[in-house]
């Protein structure tokens, strides 16, 4: 069974929508970002963290590639061949590097830095994110998902991206890109994950489980 670290809020979120979407059985393990715990399977401190046997694999995208390859079966992973490789790893770079980029900046300004060194990202972050939504829609185009007719990781990373924007109140000026997120958000294996995280966090606040 794999076990998917990670805490209520960060990007493990997108683990377990992946290991939905495979109907793969997992553990959700409750860590803190930059707890003890963390650091001992990460040197950054950072969750998400996939351990699978003797195999830990840290970030995100890594994991969800990781688990695409893995079970390849369930067609969540690139396309054939070499070209196929370069499309899903062109569109997880962007999706992590360009598209997230504004959502982070603006959460690390309101939550994460120390308060002396927070500023106003706000505006900057709009603008950039409004740029970003416009990439997206050129890349999409007329596909329903990003690496064409099926659902893959990519679509994971994005959808999970596009519902914090939208909790973020980030305005999304593309109805492509909309029906896009409203596609890929309503897919039952998130509404599964997203139960999970939620029955594991009652869990660990009643004291029936270590956190």
């Not at 590639?65 to 499309?87: F, S």
């Not at 009652?202 to 489980?209: A, N, P, Q, T, V």
């Amino acid at each position: 069974m794999y076990k998917a670290v990670g805490s209520q809020g960060s990007r493990v979120s997108r683990v377990l929508w992946m290991l939905e979407e495979l109907g793969q059985p997992y553990e959700f393990v409750e860590v803190k970002l930059r707890s003890p715990e963390a650091y001992a399977l990460n040197p950054s401190g950072k969750v998400p963290i996939l351990i699978d046997g003797e195999l830990t694999v840290t970030d995100s995208a890594a994991i969800c590639v990781y688990l695409a390859d893995k079970h390849a079966d369930k067609g969540m992973g690139a396309n054939p061949g070499i070209a196929g490789r370069a499309e899903m790893d062109s569109w997880m770079h962007f999706a992590q590097s360009e598209f997230e980029a504004p959502l982070w900046n603006k959460l690390r300004h309101r939550f994460l830095l120390p308060k002396e060194v927070r500023v106003d990202v706000g505006p900057a972050a709009a603008y950039d994110f409004a740029s970003e939504t416009k990439a997206l829609d050129r890349r999409l185009g007329d596909k329903p998902f990003a690496l064409g007719d099926r659902f893959s990781a990519v679509d994971v990373l994005l959808g999970d991206m596009g519902g914090w924007a939208r909790a973020g109140k980030f305005p999304i000026e593309s109805e492509r890109v909309n029906a896009y997120f409203d596609r890929v958000l309503s897919r039952p294996a998130r509404a599964r994950a997203q139960a999970n995280a939620s029955a594991r966090k009652s869990e660990s606040i009643s004291g029936k489980h270590d956190a």
